[in-house]
Structure formats: structure tokens, C-alpha cells
């Protein structure tokens, strides 16, 4: 046997790939030396596996995915596993999922994407809350995580709304929502009180009122109670024509507020 092919009979059978992978050692290697790849192998990652490489990850050497000590361990490729924890210190503790490129990407950890995938959770976020930052809810070191947090305004509006119950009539129950909005405090937004109450946008008291306690609210600390036109300034609620039209036709009335929005919850006459 030549003395070249001895050396080619070494070479095979010296080479640290062996049976590892089902890849052909010509698709990242030379003949001249197993080390460094060839700058133009004809393997393509993003053709060729399940994990497309983009962004910094087209920057990545081999060696940083597929770790190890021995050519064993270098080309166990199948033992790869996909998700960005293998690689990447999770900050948020497994509080997030594992679903990293709801908010990142491959080309940095640039939250640009956050706001559109917040939209997804409990709390959407538009208006104001949209140029918040995370650290805003979630705190400096993201200790408020999922779980963790409430979407009660006053949560996070506790101050404004002390300030508001001192300085104004403010009601005292929370439920901020059926009078404001995300954009601003003021001007007050009931636009949920007709589907959440009563209909005031719509319908027959559409324009019939003038404030919220003026007709309505009598009490300005307690929206709970409630008038329906019975404090004297509907003339069409008037107790005279009120009595009048429910005699006889309607067992065991009442005039009373709570009575008539048992019976007529949309505001209809003829309910």
C-alpha cells in the first residue's frame, strides 16, 4: 500500500465527525484542515433546519449554539433546542413564557413590538398608556410581573384619585372607566354608560340632560342612588301623570326610582 493512501486511511478514519450527523463533512469542511469551516460551505442553516438564522444570529459562530468539549459533542446537533432560554439569560424569570419574540427580535432586544403584542393581555394599551415604558407597571427589576398586577386604575392612580375625592364631589366608588378614558382625565367620557347603565346617549333621553347630578346623580358622593326624573325637573316623570298612567295597569307600582328602572332598564315607555 502507497504511503499517500495510508495517510488518506488515516484521515477517514481519524475524522472527529464519524457517524455524528447525517450531514456530509464536505458541506462545512475542507480537505485542507477540519478547522476553520469553509467561508463558502454549501450548508445553509436557514435552508437546511428548523431554525432559520437572522438577524445577530446570522452572526453567531457554530460553537456558540452546539457547545462542547469532545467532536461528540460539537456535532450533536439534533440536541439543539430551539428556544431563546437556552441561550439567553431569561430576566423575567419563566414570568414572561417562553415566547420571547412577542416583544424582541433577532436584530436586538429592542421592545418596539411591545405595545401591539400588550393588546393581547387584559389590559390593552392605548391612549396615554401607550407611551408608557415597562418599568412604568412592571417596576425597574420587572418584580411585577404576570400575575402580579391589577388593571384597577386606581392601582396606579391612587394619587389623582385622593386629590379628586378632596378637592371635588368625586364619587367614591372605582370604577374609573365608566367616566374616563385612557386619554386624559378630563373632559369626563361616559360613552359606557348606555351598554354598562343606563341609555343616555341614546334613545329617549338622548340630550334630555344637562349634568350628571343635575337630573340624575341628587347625590354627587354616591352614584349608586340615582333619579329617574322623579326629583321634579322631568316634567314628563311627574308624579300626577306618573300615577295617572300606571293606575290600573301596572300591579303594585310605585313611584319610585328603583322601581321604575326595574321595569324600564332601556328607558322605554313601553317596557
Same mark, same amino acid.
Given at each position: 500500500m502507497s504511503a499517500s493512501a495510508i495517510i488518506l486511511m488515516l484521515l477517514l478514519t481519524s475524522s472527529p465527525q464519524g457517524d455524528l450527523t447525517d450531514i456530509p463533512c464536505s458541506r462545512c469542511h475542507t480537505p485542507n484542515a477540519w478547522t476553520p469551516l469553509d467561508p463558502v460551505r454549501s450548508f445553509n442553516h436557514t435552508r437546511d433546519t428548523l431554525f432559520?438564522?437572522?438577524g445577530r444570529h446570522t452572526e453567531a459562530d457554530c460553537?456558540?449554539?452546539?457547545p462542547g468539549e469532545t467532536a461528540e459533542e460539537t456535532h450533536a446537533f439534533a440536541k439543539a433546542r430551539p428556544e431563546c432560554g437556552n441561550c439567553h439569560m431569561d430576566i423575567h424569570m419563566n414570568q414572561m413564557g417562553s415566547e420571547c419574540d412577542r416583544c424582541h427580535n433577532t436584530n436586538d432586544w429592542d421592545m418596539s413590538r411591545w405595545t401591539r403584542n400588550h393588546s393581547q393581555t387584559v389590559l390593552p394599551l392605548d391612549g396615554m398608556h401607550a407611551s408608557l415604558e415597562c418599568r412604568d407597571c412592571h417596576g425597574i427589576n420587572f418584580d411585577r410581573l404576570v400575575g402580579q398586577l391589577s388593571t384597577d386604575c386606581v392601582v396606579c392612580h391612587e394619587q389623582q384619585f385622593?386629590?379628586?375625592?378632596?378637592a371635588t364631589d368625586h364619587p367614591d366608588n372605582q370604577m374609573c372607566r365608566f367616566c374616563h378614558n385612557s386619554r386624559a382625565w378630563v373632559p369626563i367620557d361616559m360613552s359606557l354608560h348606555d351598554s354598562g347603565f343606563f341609555p343616555i346617549y341614546t334613545g329617549s333621553?338622548?340630550?334630555t340632560w344637562s349634568t350628571?347630578?343635575?337630573? /340624575? =346623580?341628587?347625590?354627587?358622593?354616591?352614584y349608586q342612588i340615582f333619579s329617574c326624573g322623579l326629583n321634579g325637573? /322631568? =316634567?314628563e316623570h311627574d308624579k300626577s301623570s306618573m300615577d295617572s298612567k300606571h293606575s290600573g295597569e301596572v300591579s303594585n307600582y310605585v313611584y319610585n326610582s328603583a322601581r321604575c328602572y326595574d321595569c324600564h332598564p332601556d328607558g322605554r315607555g313601553g317596557d
Open positions: 432559520p438564522l437572522t460553537i456558540q449554539c452546539h385622593n386629590a379628586a375625592q378632596l333621553h338622548r340630550g350628571c347630578t343635575a337630573e /340624575c =346623580h341628587i347625590d354627587p358622593t354616591n325637573l /322631568c =316634567h
